[in-house]
């Protein structure tokens, strides 16, 4: 009852912001009939649609422990460096990741952080209040709505900052357990809802654009009934097609390739809960990829449970010497992205046990001891995958026990 009373004036206070936004009325209506994949006949196949998202599961490490003490310590210090560097777009996306452990960790006066955050997130007025100079992130498209980021697709103009990679806000508000209905308003005024932002992927999407965001949300938010659908240039595409183009990603990937092995291994979760969402060709590829990773990662493992960046995920700088400090971001940052998705994988699509743990004690000793030079240093969103997936990874971790506030 505690927790439930401490964390009421954050619920109410989305919730005041959604009523404010969000009316149903012609823009919802229309934007649904806009979506090409998602053509209807009648109001009653419209309710049919999902509109919550699939849980986020985790796998957590049998006898892997946090103590709240340095559970607390680690999620105090990313969000007050969060905070520190709250004006950049990329800094409170990575934050509004950890929304969940903080819920359930932090104060109240230390949530608010994350409430900013996810209402800034939701409405462009808002946002412009913690980013007043930045491009607006949210814009009116032909197919509904869309956040920007460095495809140009959105706006017509070159990268413009902040966000590096497409549908990460999408995926982030799916795995975070926020409905379809969930209303968002551009940077023009116009209202609309979550759905919106998922029909413009769609509608939008094709192989060469980057896809593990896309996959990820596509993964919690698609119904079996809606793994094909038409883009907007008559293209016709699927969910396998959409797994398949992260699986034959060629090396090395964005941010070392962890996010591809994070994208495959919640497909290939999602694929034994519901067989029907993939082909079983498609899956046993994906499933191959992680194998191949994981066949990579027990033999290159460092003694004191670290990685150093690799070919398949990207390699260490080139040019010049590289610094103490420099190779302790380095590993820190590679590490830390492996155990993210360790943490969401099947227990035969991952490394076994002791070489996790073994990690994960790595990250979790050098951010208690170092943390201070990673926290503030210039890989601080890398620093908060590392945060995340440790957390996941602890036994008895509970990532959606606030879904959807």
């Not at 003694?303 to 398949?312: E, F, H, N």
Request: charged letters at 20%; a positive charge.
């Amino acid at each position: 009852m505690k927790t439930k009373l401490r964390c009421l004036p954050p619920l109410l206070a989305i919730a005041m912001i959604s009523m404010a936004l969000y009316r149903p009325g012609p823009t919802s209506i229309s934007a649904i009939g806009r979506g090409i994949h998602r053509r209807v006949e009648s109001a009653a196949a419209i309710g049919a649609q999902r509109t919550l998202p699939r849980p986020l599961r985790t796998v957590p490490l049998d006898g892997f422990i946090i103590t709240p003490a340095d559970r607390r310590t680690l999620l105090t210090q990313a969000t007050k460096w969060c905070m520190v560097k709250g004006n950049s777009i990329g800094v409170r996306i990575h934050a509004l990741r950890l929304r969940e452990p903080a819920y359930a960790t932090l104060d109240q006066h230390d949530f608010a952080f994350y409430d900013d955050t996810l209402a800034g997130f939701l409405d462009s007025e808002r946002f412009r209040s913690w980013a007043p100079d930045a491009v607006p992130i949210l814009f009116d498209t032909p197919y509904g709505a869309a956040y920007r980021s460095n495809n140009t697709s959105v706006t017509g103009k070159p990268y413009l900052g902040g966000l590096m990679h497409v549908d990460k806000v999408l995926s982030t508000l799916a795995e975070l357990g926020f409905s379809l209905d969930t209303a968002v308003t551009t940077a023009a005024a116009r209202r609309h809802c979550l759905r919106d932002v998922l029909d413009d992927s769609l509608c939008r999407w094709k192989p060469e654009r980057e896809s593990e965001w896309s996959l990820i949300a596509y993964c919690h938010y698609l119904g079996s009934d809606e793994t094909a659908w038409v883009s907007s240039k008559g293209d016709k595409h699927s969910l396998d097609e959409v797994v398949q183009t992260v699986s034959r990603q060629p090396p090395p990937g964005t941010c070392m390739g962890t996010h591809r092995l994070y994208a495959l291994a919640k497909a290939c979760m999602l694929s034994r809960d519901e067989p029907s969402m993939f082909s079983a060709a498609v899956v046993a590829e994906a499933e191959a990829e992680l194998r191949d990773a994981v066949r990579q990662l027990s033999v290159t493992q460092r003694l004191d449970g670290s990685w150093p960046a690799q070919r398949r995920f990207s390699s260490e700088p080139s040019a010049g010497m590289v610094t103490r400090d420099e190779s302790a971001y380095i590993s820190l940052a590679t590490t830390g992205h492996m155990l993210e998705w360790f943490a969401i994988a099947a227990s035969d699509l991952r490394p076994a046990p002791h070489v996790i743990r073994k990690a994960a004690r790595y990250v979790e000793t050098e951010l208690l001891t170092n943390g201070e030079m990673h926290f503030r240093g210039p890989r601080l969103t890398a620093v908060t995958h590392a945060v995340r997936g440790l957390l996941h990874l602890c036994a008895g971790a509970d990532p959606t026990s606030g879904a959807g506030r």
